[in-house]
């Protein structure tokens, strides 16, 4: 490979996403803890960059993007979460990410915001429920599945690894 040519960013940075096969209630603590700490690591990928590598491409988004959607779709699971405790199992609304990524807050705004708005809450929600609580569940009218809440969480534990991963790889391979 010649010293120009940059790597090709992958699209799974973290690996894939690989369900539970169980309900999840020996994983609770530790899923709980990843929701927890998750600001602090998205805090630490962006650490140091300016303004303007906060717009470098990873594959089809910006860091800043990445940061925004990671907020973003975050407060939708959390959203979703109530629902789910609330309500017998709704429905809930999905969004179309790729558009929200186009509009201004998260192709211009700084990311402190976002960071400052990821977790605490949900977090808090999540150390407040008892095991069966998981089982609640949502019926998500894309894939036709009602969704546990315990699947739910081991997902955007996931996510939000997959995309911290993707800003880190863009620190270590097109910033460096």
Known sequence: MSESKKPEPPQFPAGLFVPPETDGADDLEVWIGEVE????????AVSCLTDGQLDTMYRRWTIRQIAHHLADSHLNSYVRFKLALTEERPVIKPYDESRWSTLVDAQGAGVAASLAILHSRWAALLRSLDTDAFARSFYHPESHENVP???ALAYY????????AQIEW???HKLS
Request: net charge positive.
């Open 149 to 151: 809440l315990w699947r």
């Open 170 to 172: 863009v620190k270590h």
């Open 157 to 164: 534990v996931w996510h939000a690894r997959h995309y911290t």
């Open 37 to 44: 700490r998750a600001p602090a690591r998205l805090r630490d």
